[in-house]
């Protein structure tokens, strides 16, 4: 059906974002009350949907309408409030859907992707956070049905870290300072801006090794800096790992390499 490109209806806010996922188990849909059905919805494979400041973010959704009724489109979006178009907040920035893929004589399967472009969009951080799922319907004369769901999908804001470790190299049995930055992403400013408070794991891998260890927890100050010491033993990659919340994506800092002597 190509690509719809639509401001977002907000009660008093801007155009905004997503980030989160929800999924449907596949079944039959139930009987059609408004005169369609939707079920098997799925959106971004069930992870969440994280946005940074100027990255284009598409978002894979499916699911499945059924209807006896002829309809001109359909697709899944996410609000707050009210499920309905003009009574609650809407986002999203473009869809683009597929035609019916016929599975019966009143079932369809329909291909979505969601898109979501905060180099092109106002976005807001107060949109960060949990979103419901719905499903649309516009039929062929007037009318139409909308169904909501009642999933819970997370939009987040992306973060990111940096690491530091030194001295390089460093005598065995000496210390070792790791530093470190924590930002995420102010959709408002499009920056990345310093993100206090947050508990971040030092992780390390020795050289040689296939995966990393937990080390030490940490908290960021109030400008996100990072800071701690360690006992040089090994050779080997020093990373910092945040978890993320429900607003803010989680994320994960280069290794760096020090050589102990």
Sequence with gaps: ?????????????????????????AGAATAPEGGAAFASIKVNGGKPIVIGTTKEVSVPTSFRVTTTRTWKWSEVYLYRGDAERLKGDRLSHAIETSDCIRVSSNVCDVQETMYFNPSLWSMRNSEAGAWKIAAEVRFNGAGGDIDNKDLTVYVKRNSALTVKASPKPVAKGKTLTVTGKVTRANWETRKYASYGGRKVSLQFKPAGAASYAWVKTVYSNNSGDLKTTVKASKTGS???VYGGNDTTGPSTSAGDYVVVK
């Design 238 to 240: 020093w990373r910092w």
């Design 1 to 25: 059906m190509g690509k719809q490109v639509w401001s977002v209806v907000m009660a008093g806010a801007a155009a905004a974002v997503l980030t989160g996922v929800a999924a449907v188990p």
